[in-house]
């Protein structure tokens, strides 16, 4: 109780750190290009305040620094304050006009005032177990290498307040040095060391061990965690949840529901409208150039599968002069007869894709997520690659993190899909806004010329 306490004081604290970290760098922006500080300046500070929060809320920002690296939560200060700018600037065309160096100074000062002072929460509560020797004694009890790795990591995280003394073995006989003990000498360590919270690793071999531990522990006032081998899993995101009191811990889900959800939809929408408006003449003249070149429709309608694994119509350029959409569907190959020479320029460019902009208006895709394969590829796979179907726990994407990291055009192998379907799970595990903005980047830095494209 009293670690969760200690977390939540300083969630609010680092919070408070943030608002005034905003405050200074827009003070101080103000002041050295001379812009006059009114109402319109506490607008902005107040804008800027809640698009960080909102978005720190979204990201996890927030989330207990216990056990996150300086290293990952200064990445995620430059990420979230790289996004905020990014909001307020486009919000600054359209109504204040600031000029673009303004918002270049802010940035700056956003991330030295904001990494100063989590890099100086971090150095405090260091300065403050070492000084006042108020960290915790902790053991670790697992026969893993997780179990190693924990113990270490928790050796080299001295902010967060825990001194780990010992890692102690299930096995009776064991015979690594690491090991300080074995399960029979935990209680006595605890009385004798005055041990304040024990973590336990738990994998299939000592599930049994593991509740007689329990038991002896419970004649202690030691905390307990449990450590679930969830790892052992084809997890996609979990997270412990509660149901009228009962603890449970989804192994296969998304992060992409409740807020997330709408958030990702407003960003789809306002992304995709601004894409079809710019885009319509180059719509319109592949159209004419599709109908000058070859009988038959504009438009192809694939039927692939979306959300969940149901069937949505998927619409591209025509680009083939034979339309294939049963249960087998030839992949198209390097000089394939079937492609008209109109539909190999859109294919060499990924312009046949533009016209699912259109499917992320009607809601049955998204603007990143993984590609939806045809439908007999994917009764083909499904069969061959474990957890190949948890790619459809969310909507299927224009461009995708396979696509960026170079896994698209044929899978003329196994191991090509395999690749792509790594990708297409990681993308689900780690889903942040970030994350999307980054892969349309490299989408339109290099992804509209793709080579492996027939």
Known sequence: MASRL????????????????????????????????????????????????????????YRSWR??????????????????????????????????????????????????????????????????????????IGDCERAKKLYHDLGLSKWTGYNPVGIFSFKADYNDSEFSGNVSTVVEKIKLSGIRKIYIVINKNNINQV?????????????????????????????????????????????????????????DICFASVVL??????????????????????????????????????????????????????????NDPRVTSVGRILRKTSLDELPQFFNV???????????????????????LITGYMLRHKVKPGITGLAQVKGWRGETDTLDKMEKRIECDLEYIRTWNLLLDAKIIFLTVLHGFINKAAY
Do not use: W
């Open 67 to 140: 056990g996150i690296g300086l290293r990952n939560e200064l990445i995620s200060c430059v990420k979230n304050i790289s996004l905020t700018i990014f909001i307020f600037y486009t919000i600054n065309i359209f109504f204040t006009h600031i000029e673009l160096l303004v918002f270049i100074e802010c940035f700056v000062l956003l991330i030295f005032f904001l990494g100063g002072f989590r890099v100086s929460i971090r150095l405090i509560s260091s300065l403050f177990f070492k000084t006042f020797d108020r960290a915790k004694d902790v053991i670790v």
């Open 211 to 267: 509740e007689a531990l329990l038991e002896v522990l419970a004649d202690t006032t030691c905390s307990t965690v449990i450590i679930p081998d969830l790892f052992n899993y084809n997890l996609l995101y979990s997270r412990i949840e509660d149901i009228n009191g009962s603890p449970v811990i989804p192994l296969i889900d998304t992060r992409i529901y409740g807020i997330n959800n709408f958030v990702k939809r407003v960003e």
């Open 277 to 334: 408006v710019i885009i319509s003449p180059i719509l319109m003249a592949i159209a004419i150039a599709i109908k000058l070149n070859s009988k038959g429709p504009v438009f192809f309608k694939q039927i692939r599968y979306g959300l969940n694994g149901k069937p949505i119509l998927v619409y591209k350029f025509r680009t083939m002069s034979v339309m294939e959409n049963g249960p087998e569907v030839k992949q198209a190959v390097k």
């Open 361 to 383: 208006i009607l809601g049955n895709m998204s603007v990143v997520g993984p590609r939806p394969h045809a439908v007999a590829h994917n009764e083909e796979y499904r069969k």
């Open 6 to 61: 200690n977390a939540s004081y300083v969630s609010i604290f680092q919070r408070f750190c943030d608002v005034l970290a905003i405050y200074f760098s827009l003070y101080i922006v103000f002041k050295t290009n001379h812009l006059p500080i009114d109402n319109q300046t506490l607008l902005a500070f107040l804008s800027i305040v809640s698009i960080f929060q909102l978005i720190g809320g979204v990201t996890d920002f």
